[in-house]
T-cell receptor, first 111, second 112 residues
Framework: QQPVQSPQAVILREGEDAVINCSSS?????VHWYRQKHGEAPVFLMI?????EQMRHEKISASFNEKKQQSSLYLTASQLSYSGTYFC????????????FGIGTKLQVIP | DTGVSQNPRHKITKRGQNVTFRCDPI?????LYWYRQTLGQGPEFLTY????????KSRLLSDRFSAERPKGSFSTLEIQRTEQGDSAMYLC??????????FGPGTRLTVT
């Protein structure tokens, strides 16, 4: 079951904040966040495990609400380098470690 | 270690031909994944290996697709009798157990 991401696209000015949401209808074991720049492979940002703590990567942080099967990615004081497409990937509880990716959120940071 | 590598980077083939792609994972990683990505979509899971064992294969994958990982090292993905709908970027990723996956640069397949 593919997770649902919102918004589908967002444009920010440098220094602004943004939140990207990811939700699943299935019970989850973990949520992965990746960023992909045009023409490049996805790059791992962070993983949130069931029962784990909120994670942080530079000025990007994320949370995981296990009860609601939701995760949010918080981008603080955005930089031009944050531009790209952000994917959440979910691993269902009780299954193999297969990551199912959403369709992505396209983020553009402008000067 | 320089990361996950994939060869070839680009492949153009005629409909009906067979193609094979190779993925070399990060050496200490025991898990290897194959994904397919089309424009505007996230990576779509195809199959996954733990060491040499293929543990899961997508139900979306037809019998024309097969993957191997002999000796738990590199992996190959073969597509037989290619169709135009197979045109996509094929991504390989590796991980150590269930942690973060590191993606290779991908093989872009164009079926004419």
């Amino acid at each position: 079951q593919q997770p649902v991401q919102s918004p589908q696209a967002v444009i920010l000015r440098e220094g602004e904040d943004a939140v990207i949401n990811c939700s699943s209808s299935k019970a989850l074991y973990s949520v992965h966040w990746y960023r992909q720049k045009h023409g490049e492979a996805p790059v791992f940002l962070m993983i949130l495990l069931k029962g784990g703590e909120q994670m942080r990567h530079e000025k990007i942080s994320a949370s995981f609400n296990e009860k609601k099967q939701q995760s949010s990615l918080y981008l603080t004081a955005s930089q031009l380098s944050y531009s790209g497409t952000y994917f959440c990937g979910t691993v269902e509880a009780g299954g193999y470690q297969k990551v199912t990716f959403g369709i992505g959120t396209k983020l553009q940071v402008i000067p | 270690d320089t990361g996950v590598s994939q060869n070839p980077r680009h492949k153009i083939t005629k409909r009906g031909q067979n193609v094979t792609f190779r993925c070399d994972p990060i050496s200490e990683h025991n898990r290897l994944y194959w994904y397919r990505q089309t424009l505007g979509q996230g990576p779509e899971f195809l199959t996954y290996f733990q060491n040499e064992a293929q543990l899961e294969k997508s139900r979306l994958l037809s019998d024309r697709f097969s993957a191997e990982r002999p000796k738990g090292s590199f992996s190959t993905l073969e597509i037989q009798r290619t169709e135009q709908g197979d045109s996509a970027m094929y991504l390989c990723a590796s991980s150590f157990n269930s942690y973060e996956q590191y993606f290779g640069p991908g093989t872009r397949l164009t079926v004419t």
